[in-house]
């Protein structure tokens, strides 16, 4: 059964870096395609970013380019979301997803949310 | 990236059909067949109920329905349920590793 859980969510200051991280289980990671998709308070849904299957690509929304790295670790069966320069526009749920391909397609599975707060 | 189109709320009496519209362009909607839709209730995570236009995954019912035409896609609930009632998310392949999500529709069940 497949299952994600977020973790590494709390408050931090405007500037200050944050590391997300997606424990997953139920299915392999090199296997699949995952994204990091987030929800503003009240808002709807926003992609952040994806990695292939394989790691070997990488992409980003334009407004995370240069301060956004995703990554995964194979031992740990975990994709990871580290977070610089944080901006208070960056405040929202952050939801992992996997893919249902190995190069994108769609979300089908995602993991219940970490809250990620920027405030001074 | 914009954003793709979709009406803020639909409504609809138990038993009806309702069909929620998607609109984007020429570069997402319009040129891929990667067009997902998701249901999302309150304080839960998102859920996958239609992918590739008009597939839908293993468990959900098939009261839901998807199709596109041009540069708008659309979902259909038929035989509405009260527990249809959520928030409903279009998303499209945009191109170069990206995606986007629509502004999402509260489906209230009269």
């Known amino acids: 059964q497949v299952h994600l859980v977020e973790s590494g969510g709390g408050v931090v200051q405007p500037g200050r870096s944050l590391r997300l991280s997606c424990a997953a289980s139920g299915f392999t990671l090199s296997s699949y395609g995952m994204h990091w998709v987030r929800q503003a308070p009240g808002k709807g849904l926003e992609w952040v970013a994806f990695?292939?299957?394989?790691?070997?690509?990488?992409y980003y929304v334009e407004s995370v380019k240069g301060r956004f790295t995703i990554s995964r670790d194979k031992s740990k069966n975990t994709l990871y979301l580290q977070m610089n320069s944080l901006r208070a526009e960056d405040t929202a749920v952050y939801f992992c997803?996997?893919?249902?391909?190995?190069?994108?397609?769609?979300?089908?599975?995602w993991g219940q949310g970490t809250l990620v707060t920027v405030s001074s | 990236q914009s954003a793709l189109t979709q009406p803020a709320s639909v409504s609809g009496s138990p038993g009806q059909s309702i069909t929620i519209s998607c609109t984007g362009t020429s570069s997402d909607i319009g040129n891929y067949n990667y067009v997902s839709w998701y249901q999302q209730h309150p304080g839960k995570a998102p859920k996958l109920m239609i992918y590739?236009?008009?597939s839908r995954p293993s468990g959900v019912s098939n009261r839901f329905s998807g199709s596109k035409s041009d540069n708008t896609a659309s979902l259909t609930v038929s035989g509405l349920q009260a527990e249809d009632e959520a928030d409903y998310y279009c998303?499209?392949?945009?191109?170069?590793?990206?995606?986007?999500f629509g502004g999402g529709t509260k489906l209230t069940v009269l």
């Open positions: 997803a996997r893919d249902g391909t190995g190069t994108g397609a769609y979300f089908d599975y």
């Open positions: 590739d236009v008009s």
């Open positions: 990695i292939w299957y394989d790691g070997t690509n990488k």
């Open positions: 998303s499209s392949y945009a191109g170069s590793g990206t995606w986007v």
